[in-house]
């Protein structure tokens, strides 16, 4: 892996993160929602990962960034200037930062480079959707149907009588 | 020098406590759904980084574990937007501070 665009990279999404959790403004936060994705389908691309890399893509950066965009512009009202931060939260997610990296560089097992590696195909992801993992795959499609009828569900009007 | 486990380890970490950050100290309801999205793409990243740092990296446990993650997520931010949107017609805000009466009114 080449140094120098993962720190690029996890520059790029690191910052993208972080102005998506602490600007004010709630369409700011969910255009850097999309820099901080792009980031992360950048890794899965330096990590060798490209199908998870365009799925990233296609899902996150096409319809859920989307999909919270319509939301924001369906709700807004008042514009409410819900800004500053709660500290404890910030304490607490430092906290758990700080505990996560102690146990992280702690760890000698983790500290190892990549060896090398095949490409990892498109073929072979198909072929190993259908056999291996092709109960998983069924529960994912009766699981993403219903999320769609009970999201329908959710938003239509309902009828007073 | 090339990149090791642990620095994807610790910048997966710090997605996630930023997601966390975004999830426990914002008071809009859609900020909290951008830190549960940015909480379990860190996790999804994390299972990549395994798969391609693992001694056999043939079997592409880990990246189906993330394009399953990925397509649950989906699933999530559609539910919990439409959650938010039917929480907005009744209380008129978002602020999940207001979110206090039991019935709808």
């Known amino acids: 892996m080449n140094t120098a665009a993962f720190i690029a990279i996890a520059v790029l999404t690191l910052s993208g993160a972080l102005a998506a959790a602490t600007l004010p403004r709630l369409i700011h936060a969910a255009l850097f929602l999309v820099v901080a994705f792009v980031g992360i389908a950048a890794f899965y691309f330096l990590l060798g990962a490209e ?16 999909l919270i965009v319509f939301t924001i512009l369906l709700t807004r009202r008042e514009e409410e200037q819900t800004g500053g931060l709660n500290w404890g939260g910030a304490v607490v ?6 505990g996560l990296l102690w146990a992280i560089l702690r760890t000698p097992a ?4 990549a060896g090398p590696i095949d490409a990892l195909t498109v073929r072979r992801i198909g072929e190993v959707l ?18 769609l009828l ?11 009588p | 020098m090339t990149p090791t486990l642990s620095a994807v380890l610790v910048i997966s970490a710090a997605l996630f406590c930023i997601g966390l950050l975004a999830a426990l100290s914002r008071r809009h309801a859609i900020f909290i759904l951008i830190g549960i999205e940015m ?3 860190a996790a999804a990243l994390n299972f990549v980084a395994f798969w391609r740092f693992s001694p056999e990296p043939q079997q592409p446990t880990g ?10 997520a989906a699933a999530e931010a559609a539910v919990g937007l439409a959650l938010v ?10 602020n999940v501070d207001k979110f206090d009466r039991g019935e709808g009114s």
């Open chain 1, 51 to 66: 199908f998870v890399g365009l799925a990233q893509i296609f899902v996150y950066v096409g319809a859920v960034a989307v």
């Open chain 1, 93 to 98: 997610a430092v906290a758990v930062f700080i």
């Open chain 1, 110 to 113: 983790v500290n190892i480079a």
């Open chain 1, 130 to 147: 259908m056999t291996d993992y092709v109960w998983p795959l069924q529960c994912v499609g009766v699981l993403l149907t219903a999320a």
């Open chain 1, 150 to 160: 009970g999201a329908l569900l959710l938003v239509m009007e309902e009828k007073r």
């Open chain 2, 39 to 41: 909480m379990l793409a």
């Open chain 2, 63 to 72: 990246v189906m574990v993330a394009i399953f993650a990925i397509a649950i």
């Open chain 2, 85 to 94: 949107i039917a929480v907005y017609r009744h209380y008129r805000t978002t």
